[in-house]
């Protein structure tokens, strides 16, 4: 069983950074794929970016590709999410993930089925 709590959301202004955290409880978070996902209201969560259990490989949505980095720290039990550039589009509800990572090609843990454990959220907010 995994814990996720993420924090760091809040109000941002266009061409501006926010940095999200997600804290995992348990003693496997290193073998767990963690992903973001966002989602705004009367929409489908949307994926944004996940990271393999080394922190080896990456991969990110096309629209936000360039502008955030997804990074881990396995001794803190930690998956951030830096994002730069902020558009008024990146608002939504950010949403943490983790799954056992399988060894599965990084682009198929795009998909919201393939996570185990969720976060509760964190809303960012960009404004103009």
């Known amino acids: 069983q995994v814990q996720l709590v993420e924090s760091g959301g809040g109000l941002a202004q266009a061409g501006g950074s926010l940095r999200l955290s997600c804290a995992a409880s348990?003693?496997?978070?290193?073998?767990?794929?963690m992903g973001w996902f966002r989602q705004a209201p009367g929409k489908e969560r949307e994926f944004v970016s996940t990271?393999?259990?080394?922190?080896?490989?990456?991969y990110y949505a096309d629209s936000v590709k360039g502008r955030f980095t997804i990074s881990r720290d396995n001794a803190k039990n930690t998956v951030y999410l830096q994002m730069n550039s902020l558009k008024l589009e990146d608002s939504r509800v950010y949403y943490c993930?983790?799954?056992?990572?399988?060894?599965?090609?990084?682009?198929?843990?795009?998909?919201?089925?393939?996570?185990?454990?969720w976060g509760q959220g964190t809303q960012v907010t960009v404004s103009s």
């Open positions: 990271i393999n259990w080394s922190g080896g490989s990456t």
């Open positions: 993930a983790a799954a056992a990572d399988l060894g599965m090609r990084i682009a198929t843990m795009s998909m919201a089925e393939k996570y185990n454990y």
């Open positions: 348990g003693r496997l978070f290193s073998s767990y794929v």
